[in-house]
């Protein structure tokens, strides 16, 4: 049994799997990063220095100067600067995955061989493969029509 789970984790779909699954979650923590840190701030600033992840509406009634008070204080909170935060994460990484993929269907199209058209066809009489363009097949001497 140790044998045959050894082959099965040593099959290349397998290693790649796992290859994709680690450098996803690389490529997921970067893309985090890219939105919290990169593009929030200057849109916060266009839109009144707004930090979108301090954005919550307090359920319980009373008055919290900020997200971390209000959770300090185990207060409902609905955290919608956080979700605009996620959402915005969720269509950099749809995005950026969208234009890899078209990338690379890319450059399939373009390494796929181009079929040619025959250069050939079959003697009608002794099937024997002539030119395209004979009149008289070279091997039994038949008039092609």
């Known amino acids: 049994m140790l044998r045959e789970f050894k082959e099965f984790a040593m099959r290349g ?3 790649d799997m796992a290859v994709g699954i680690i450098l996803g979650a690389a490529f997921g923590r970067i893309i985090t990063s890219l939105v919290n840190d990169v593009i929030m701030p200057p ?8 930090d979108f992840s ?3 509406i307090n359920l319980s009634g009373a008055s919290y100067a900020s997200l971390a008070d209000a959770k300090k204080a185990g207060a409902a909170t609905i955290n919608y600067g956080l ?3 996620c959402t915005l994460d969720f269509l950099v990484v749809a995005i950026v995955i969208f234009l890899l993929i078209r990338q ?13 058209a025959p250069a050939t066809k079959d003697c009608q009489y002794c099937l024997t493969a002539i030119p395209l363009k004979a009149t ?3 091997h039994c001497t038949s008039q092609l029509g």
């Not at 849109?43 to 707004?50: A, K, P, S």
């Not at 690379?104 to 079929?115: D, L, T, Y």
């Open 136 to 138: 008289r097949c070279p």
């Open 104 to 116: 690379v269907n890319r450059f399939k199209r373009q390494s796929e061989p181009v079929a040619s």
């Open 54 to 56: 301090s954005l919550f």
């Open 43 to 50: 849109i916060g600033l266009l839109l009144g220095r707004v």
């Open 13 to 15: 779909n397998v290693l």
């Open 83 to 85: 979700f605009l935060n």
